[in-house]
C-alpha cells in the first residue's frame, strides 16, 4: 500500500481548493498553459486520482483522464451512501450530463448547476458549493484509503506513476513468504485473560498504524481507546497523531437478542436483551464521541447486520506485519474473564481477508440526515448530508436540519417533575454540562424502518405526526431505556433554532409522561429537577451570557446594542431589570465601566451556579440546552403547566400579569426568529 494520507483539516483544505479551482478552469482544460493561463496543479487532487487508480488496477492514462475517473466514481458511491444533494451539484458543476469528455465551458455547467439546484440567491448557492467541496474533499480521502486497503493485488506502477510532476510510483505490497513459495511457518499463539492483560492490548493499539475491531457492544473500548492514543501520541511527540485508519464494527441491533454473554445470569432474558441494547448505545454513542473530540476523520464505525464468525482485534503495525486477537467469548463470563489468543497472521493473510470481509458486509454508521428548510409547522426536505458533516463551527451553512425534542415528565411521590438530560462528555458534543431534555436528529433511516429493510427516501415534506418523526422520537427514548416497545409520544408543537455560524435546527417537540415506578439507567444521565430548580438554572445561564457579552469589548456599539438588548432582555424575565438596563448603557462607556459591571455579574454567577454530584466530582451546570432556553417561557412553561408540574401555572400566570415581563418574553421571541440578526451575533445567545 502506498503512503497513507494525513487527513489533517489543512489537507482537506488543499483538496477543497483543488476541486474549486479544477471547476473554475474546466476539468477537461486543466492542462492548457498560455500566457493567460496557466497549467491548473491541483497536486493534492491530482496524488488521489493516481492511487485510486493504482488500488483499483485501472488502466487509465493521464492526470485528467484519472481525475476525471476519481470523480466519477467517487459521486456514484457519494449517491448510494445517500448524499444525493452534494453528488448532484458537484456533477453538475464538473461534468453536467456528459458521460465522457465534458463539451460545456465552466461557466455554463455554474450556471446550470444553480438553475438544477433551485436555489435562487447567489450568496447562498456559493455557500453551499464551499461546503460541499470541502465535504466531498474529505469524502474523497476516505474513498481512496479505502480502495487502498481493499486492494489485493499489488498496483502496476504504471498506471500512475508520474514522471512529469516527479511523482514516485508507490512501493507495491510485499508477500515474501507466497512470492518466494516458501512453507508457512507454523502459528506461534500466546494467550491471556482480557482483564489480566489490558495493557497488552493498550500497547498494540498504540504501536498499530492501522486498526479494525469487530465485538458486540464495545462498552469498555472508550477507556483503551484513550489510553492507547494519548501513549502514541507521546510516543510520536505529534499532538495530532492518530491511526492511519481506525474501523470498529458494532452487532447490529436485530442480533443483540442471539448473543449469550454476562448478562444472561439473569432469569429475565428480556432484562438481559435491554441491558445488552443500554451497553451497545452507551458503547456506540462514548466511542463515536471521543473519536469525534480528536478532531481526525480517518476512523469509521460499521453495524452488522450478520452475526460475525469471530471477536477481535487485527492490528497494522508499521513494519506491515499484522497481529490478530480473537476472544473467546464463554456464556456467564463478564468480558475481562474471557480468553485471548494472539499471533501473527497467515503468509496469505487470511484473518485480514476475513476481518476485511467483515467490514465489507457490514453497514456505515455515518448516517444519512435530512437538510432543508421549514415551511409553517412541516419540513421540506432539499437533500441529505452524512452526520459526520453536519454541525461544525464555521461552516455558514444556510440549511435546516429537522430533530425531535422529547419533553420527559415522570410522577413521584405524588408530584410531577420534568426530567433532564445532563450533557457531559460521554453522551454529548456540544452544550457539555447543560441540561437538555432528550433530542436528536431525524435520520434516513427513521423513515426506512416503517418500510421494511429496504432504503425508503424521507418523503418532501415531513410534520410532526410523520411516520419519520415520531420514529426519530421513539429511537431517541429507546436509546436510553433499551425497551422494545416504543414509548406513546403526545405531538405538541414545533419550534426554530437560529445559529450564527453553522446549520439551523427545526424542532418537532414532543411530550412523554412515564409510569411513577420507571427509571432510567444511571448511565444515561436522566435526573428530575423541580421547577424552582429549573428556573434558577436559567437565571445562572442568563448571566452567564451577559458575562460572555461584557468580554467582546471589540465590537461595534450597534453590535452590541443587538445582542445587549437580547441579554437584557432575559435577565428581566428573572427579575434583574436593573442589572440588564446596565449591560445597555455599557456599549459606549469606557473599559472601566465594562470591568465594574463584569465583576458584579461575576459575583451572582458564583452565587446562584447549581451543581449537581457525578461519581467522584461535583460538577457545575451551566445553563439549558440552546432551543429550551430560548423558548423556557414560550413553550416549556405552558407545556408544564398543561402537564400538571407543581408552581408551572402559577408562575406561567405571573409572568403574564406582568406587563414588562409579558412584554419581555414577546420580543424575545420576536429578536430570536429574525434570522439576519442571528447571524450577526458573536456568541450563542
Not at 506513476?161 to 507466497?178: I, K, L, Q, Y
Not at 410531577?416 to 431534555?437: F, G, Y
Not at 466530582?617 to 416549556?636: A, C, D, H, N, P
Request: charged share 25%; glycine share 6%; hydrophobic share 40%.
Amino acid at each position: 500500500m502506498s503512503e497513507p494520507y494525513d487527513e489533517t483539516a489543512a489537507v482537506v483544505d488543499q483538496i477543497a481548493s483543488d476541486l474549486a479551482e479544477c471547476r473554475q478552469r474546466g476539468v477537461e482544460w486543466l492542462d492548457r498553459n498560455t500566457q493567460k493561463q496557466a497549467r491548473v496543479s491541483a497536486i493534492g487532487l491530482q496524488r488521489l486520482a493516481q492511487h485510486y487508480v493504482g488500488a483499483k488496477q485501472l488502466a487509465v492514462p493521464g492526470r485528467i483522464a484519472q481525475i476525471k475517473t476519481l470523480l466519477r466514481h467517487a459521486l456514484d458511491e457519494l449517491t448510494r451512501q445517500g448524499d444525493d444533494a452534494d453528488a448532484r451539484l458537484i456533477r453538475d458543476l464538473f461534468f453536467g450530463e456528459s458521460t465522457q469528455t465534458v463539451t460545456k465551458s465552466a461557466g455554463v455547467l455554474l450556471d446550470l448547476a444553480r438553475k438544477n439546484s433551485g436555489e435562487p440567491s447567489e450568496a447562498r448557492f456559493r455557500e453551499w458549493r464551499t461546503t460541499a467541496f470541502r465535504a466531498f474533499a474529505g469524502f474523497l480521502i476516505q474513498f481512496v484509503d479505502r480502495a487502498q486497503r481493499e486492494s489485493i493485488v499489488s498496483p502496476d506502477p504504471a498506471t500512475f506513476s508520474d514522471p512529469e510532476n516527479g511523482t514516485p510510483p508507490p512501493e507495491p505490497v510485499a508477500h515474501a513468504a507466497a512470492a518466494a513459495g516458501a512453507e508457512p511457518d507454523l502459528l506461534q499463539v500466546t494467550t491471556g485473560y482480557v482483564g489480566e492483560r489490558g495493557d497488552r492490548f493498550i500497547e498494540l493499539l498504540a504501536n498499530a498504524v492501522n486498526v479494525t475491531i469487530v465485538g458486540f457492544t464495545h462498552d469498555q473500548l472508550t477507556t483503551a481507546l484513550s489510553e492507547s492514543l494519548a501513549l502514541k501520541r507521546t510516543r510520536l511527540g505529534r499532538p495530532d497523531a492518530f491511526w492511519n485508519s481506525l474501523r470498529i464494527v458494532f452487532l447490529g441491533d436485530s442480533l443483540l437478542d442471539y448473543v449469550n454473554d454476562e448478562r444472561e445470569e439473569s432469569p429475565d432474558r428480556g432484562e438481559a436483551v435491554r441491558e445488552r441494547r443500554r451497553a451497545m448505545t452507551w458503547g456506540r454513542r462514548s466511542v463515536r464521541l471521543f473519536l469525534r473530540r480528536t478532531l481526525s476523520t480517518r476512523w469509521f464505525l460499521f453495524e452488522s447486520p450478520f452475526l460475525p464468525p469471530f471477536a477481535g482485534t487485527l492490528f497494522e503495525l508499521p513494519n506491515r506485519k499484522h497481529i490478530v486477537q480473537l476472544i473467546i467469548r464463554r456464556p456467564f463470563r463478564a468480558t475481562a474473564d474471557n480468553l485471548y489468543l494472539e499471533f501473527e497472521d497467515l503468509a496469505d493473510e487470511y484473518l485480514a481477508s476475513a476481518f476485511e470481509d467483515v467490514v465489507r458486509n457490514s453497514i456505515a454508521d455515518n448516517k444519512a440526515v435530512p437538510i432543508g428548510i421549514p415551511s409553517g409547522q412541516k419540513f421540506q426536505c432539499k437533500g441529505r448530508r452524512f452526520r459526520q458533516n453536519i454541525l461544525r463551527d464555521g461552516s455558514a451553512a444556510r440549511m435546516w436540519l429537522p430533530m425531535v425534542l422529547i419533553v420527559t415528565t415522570r410522577q413521584k411521590g405524588g408530584q410531577i417533575e420534568p426530567m433532564l438530560q445532563m450533557r457531559t462528555e460521554d453522551n454529548a458534543v456540544r452544550e457539555i454540562n447543560k441540561l437538555s431534555h432528550l433530542s436528536g436528529h431525524v435520520f434516513q433511516e427513521d423513515h426506512s424502518r416503517s418500510y421494511g429493510a429496504s432504503p425508503v427516501s424521507v418523503p418532501l415534506s415531513f410534520d410532526i405526526t410523520a411516520d419519520c418523526t415520531i420514529g426519530a422520537a421513539q429511537r431517541r427514548v429507546q436509546m436510553e431505556t433499551g425497551d422494545d416497545a416504543p414509548p406513546a409520544l403526545r405531538p405538541v408543537t414545533t419550534g426554530s433554532y437560529q445559529h450564527p455560524d453553522k446549520e439551523h435546527l427545526f424542532f418537532f417537540v414532543y411530550s412523554l409522561h412515564l409510569p411513577d415506578d420507571f427509571d432510567f439507567p444511571s448511565r444515561s444521565e436522566m435526573h428530575q429537577f423541580p421547577l424552582p430548580e429549573l428556573l434558577a438554572i436559567r437565571a445562572n445561564h442568563a448571566l452567564r451570557v451577559a458575562e460572555q457579552l461584557c468580554q467582546r469589548t471589540e465590537l461595534p456599539s450597534r453590535l452590541w446594542a443587538a445582542a445587549a438588548e437580547i441579554v437584557s432582555l432575559n435577565l428581566a424575565l428573572h427579575d434583574y431589570a436593573e442589572l440588564g438596563q446596565k449591560i445597555l448603557d455599557l456599549a459606549d462607556q469606557p473599559r472601566a465601566a465594562l470591568n465594574s459591571t463584569t465583576d458584579e455579574i461575576r459575583r451572582l454567577i458564583e452565587r446562584t451556579t447549581a451543581t449537581y454530584a457525578s461519581p467522584g466530582k461535583e460538577i457545575q451546570i451551566m445553563g439549558l440546552s440552546g432551543w429550551q432556553y430560548r423558548e423556557f417561557f414560550t413553550v416549556l412553561m405552558p407545556l408544564y403547566a398543561d402537564i400538571g408540574v407543581p408552581r408551572a401555572a402559577d408562575q406561567l400566570n405571573l409572568l403574564l400579569n406582568d406587563e414588562c415581563k409579558c412584554a419581555a418574553r414577546d420580543r424575545l421571541a420576536e429578536l430570536y426568529q429574525d434570522e439576519d440578526l442571528m447571524r450577526l451575533m458573536p456568541i450563542e445567545l
